[in-house]
């Protein structure tokens, strides 16, 4: 059974940070790839930064490049996005997803295997 599992969200002031992490397992065969996305009320899930765990291959949306950072751990089963200089428009709810889809489609279109989502607010 594949899993994905989020920690490390919560409320945080303007031009603060936070580091999300994603642990992922299960998944039968390792050609797989990471991602995260996210929703905010009212809007369409998005694309936020996905992780190409053989290629090193990273991909960002244009409103996080700069003030986010897409990493892993040694075993790639772990992916973290540390979140800096955060702005309001970056509350949501952020899900890390997993797939075996290249970089950038899996972040263009979404896996088929989700975690079940994060809080993040940034508000003073």
């Known amino acids: 059974q594949v899993l994905l599992e989020e920690s490390g969200g919560g409320w945080v002031q303007p031009g603060g940070s936070l580091r999300l992490t994603c642990e992922v397992s299960?998944?039968?065969?390792?050609?797989?790839?990471i991602g995260w996305f996210r929703q905010a009320p009212g809007k369409e899930r998005e694309g936020v930064s996905c992780f190409d765990r053989f290629e090193d291959n990273l991909w960002y949306t244009d409103s996080v490049k700069g003030r986010f950072t897409i990493s892993s751990d040694s075993t790639k089963n772990t992916v973290y996005l540390q979140m800096n200089n955060l702005k309001p428009e970056d509350t949501g709810v952020y899900y890390c997803?997993?797939?075996?889809?290249?970089?950038?489609?899996?972040?263009?279109?979404?896996?088929?295997?989700w975690g079940q989502g994060i809080q993040v607010t940034v508000s003073s």
């Open positions: 997803s997993a797939d075996y889809l290249t970089i950038p489609q899996l972040c263009e279109i979404g896996g088929d295997y």
């Open positions: 299960g998944f039968p065969y390792d050609r797989y790839n």
